[in-house]
């Protein structure tokens, strides 16, 4: 019997049994995350596991296991053995095209125009295409904005990247935007990024603060550039067919649970961001904080042209001016 049969099982029995004795009552899930358990993803999802089992008198206990693989962690909800999760937006095109959008280098201005789009009408009309897909989205998150790490010289402007093996997210958008810039794009699981980089199977690896940080780069990179290409946002996921087997009044638990959860998330990664430079400046980096992101942009122009067909310009521009 899967894990899943019997996650089913649970929550039928549950719907039985006098909702008065939570012990016996109690369902316990799956969740998965892709960091260490003290980064900002462990945050959201201890988080959650602490607002369920409070709202719910601990009928629903969470079993968290960090470090698994994105794409497969999506995989795995989609087909009911992973009930949550709490990913990057990296993988997630790959299963609804339409989020890729948000994967665009330089289309946020900073945190605040990220969070507003995000909770806002465009982004909330993203949340409902999941269930299409075998998963239903509880909320936005946050991992960062992401910089790039290398180990052989000081990035200062573009030209600087060219030639550079860098592991990149297995996501279209970005490798176009690396391509673009003379990079040769790596991608690979982030399970394996560490060893890469200390292999020197690639030469860096671009993620926010938070990661660099939680993942102990330092001992492997020299060289970290503030170029903030891209903002990466994060999603809480759950397997459609674990929700559906929930009654209404605790779907709406789950939902308002996992909106704490993103808030935790968020104000972890402004936690980090206000100390992380330093702790990785104290770890040995040289951290190039003056970067010009414009000469970026421009080195980045046929790559928007692409982006433009693929997801049309006035969508792009919809997000870019959201005030
Ligand atoms: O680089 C990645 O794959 C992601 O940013 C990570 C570290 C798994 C967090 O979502």
Same mark, same amino acid.
């Given at each position: 019997? +899967? %894990?899943?049969?019997?996650?089913?099982?649970?929550?039928?029995?549950?719907?039985?049994?006098?909702? /008065?004795?939570?012990?016996?009552?109690?369902?316990?899930?799956?969740?998965?995350?892709?960091? $260490?358990?003290?980064?900002?993803?462990?945050? $959201?999802?201890?988080?959650?596991?602490?607002?369920?089992?409070?709202?719910?008198?601990?009928?629903?206990?969470?079993?968290?296991?960090?470090?698994?693989?994105?794409?497969?962690?999506?995989?795995? /909800?989609?087909?009911? +053995? #992973?009930?949550? #999760?709490?990913?990057? +937006?990296?993988? *997630?095109?790959?299963?609804?095209?339409? &989020?890729?959008?948000?994967?665009?280098?330089?289309?946020?201005?900073?945190?605040?125009?990220?969070?507003?789009?995000?909770?806002?009408?465009?982004?909330?009309?993203?949340?409902?295409?999941?269930?299409?897909?075998?998963?239903? /989205?509880?909320?936005?998150?946050?991992?960062?904005?992401?910089?790039?790490?290398?180990?052989?010289?000081?990035?200062?402007?573009?030209?600087?990247?060219?030639?550079?093996?860098?592991?990149?997210?297995?996501? !279209?958008?970005?490798?176009?935007?690396?391509?673009?810039?003379? *990079?040769?794009?790596?991608?690979?699981?982030?399970?394996?990024?560490?060893?890469?980089?200390?292999?020197?199977?690639?030469?860096? @690896?671009?993620?926010?603060?938070?990661?660099?940080?939680?993942?102990?780069?330092? !001992? &492997? @990179?020299?060289?970290?550039?503030?170029?903030?290409? *891209?903002?990466?946002?994060?999603?809480? #996921?759950?397997?459609?067919?674990?929700?559906?087997?929930?009654?209404?009044?605790?779907?709406?638990?789950?939902?308002?649970?996992?909106?704490?959860? =993103?808030?935790?998330? %968020?104000?972890?990664?402004? $936690? &980090?961001?206000? +100390?992380?430079? $330093?702790? #990785?400046? =104290?770890?040995?980096?040289?951290?190039?904080?003056?970067?010009? %992101?414009?000469?970026?942009?421009?080195?980045? @122009?046929?790559?928007?042209?692409?982006?433009?067909?693929?997801?049309?310009?006035?969508?792009?521009?919809?997000?870019?001016?959201?005030?």
């Amino acid at each position: 019997m +899967t %894990r899943w049969v019997s996650t089913a099982m649970a929550l039928a029995l549950a719907s039985l049994l006098p909702s /008065a004795n939570p012990t016996l009552a109690a369902t316990t899930l799956q969740m998965g995350h892709p960091t $260490a358990s003290n980064s900002h993803y462990g945050v $959201a999802s201890a988080t959650l596991a602490e607002e369920l089992a409070r709202r719910s008198n601990g009928k629903f206990k969470l079993v968290i296991t960090p470090n698994g693989a994105e794409r497969e962690m999506v995989e795995s /909800a989609q087909i009911g +053995t #992973l009930d949550l #999760l709490v990913t990057s +937006t990296g993988p *997630v095109g790959n299963f609804v095209p339409e &989020v890729a959008i948000v994967d665009i280098p330089f289309l946020f201005k900073d945190y605040t125009h990220a969070r507003a789009v995000l909770d806002g009408p465009v982004g909330q009309d993203m949340l409902k295409l999941f269930p299409d897909k075998g998963l239903v /989205a509880l909320a936005w998150g946050e991992n960062g904005f992401r910089h790039i790490t290398n180990s052989k010289h000081a990035i200062n402007t573009p030209a600087d990247a060219k030639g550079l093996k860098v592991r990149t997210m297995e996501n !279209q958008v970005h490798m176009t935007a690396f391509r673009q810039l003379g *990079v040769l794009p790596t991608p690979m699981a982030f399970t394996e990024v560490f060893t890469a980089l200390q292999q020197g199977t690639v030469d860096g @690896q671009e993620n926010p603060i938070p990661v660099i940080t939680a993942s102990k780069f330092a !001992q &492997v @990179q020299k060289y970290l550039t503030l170029t903030g290409h *891209v903002y990466s946002p994060a999603l809480i #996921l759950m397997s459609k067919s674990t929700f559906d087997g929930l009654t209404p009044e605790e779907q709406q638990m789950f939902r308002d649970s996992a909106m704490v959860a =993103a808030k935790a998330m %968020r104000e972890k990664v402004a $936690a &980090v961001e206000a +100390t992380g430079v $330093a702790e #990785l400046r =104290a770890a040995g980096m040289e951290v190039i904080t003056d970067v010009d %992101r414009s000469k970026f942009q421009e080195a980045l @122009q046929p790559a928007y042209a692409e982006y433009a067909k693929k997801f049309g310009k006035e969508n792009i521009e919809r997000i870019r001016d959201y005030a």
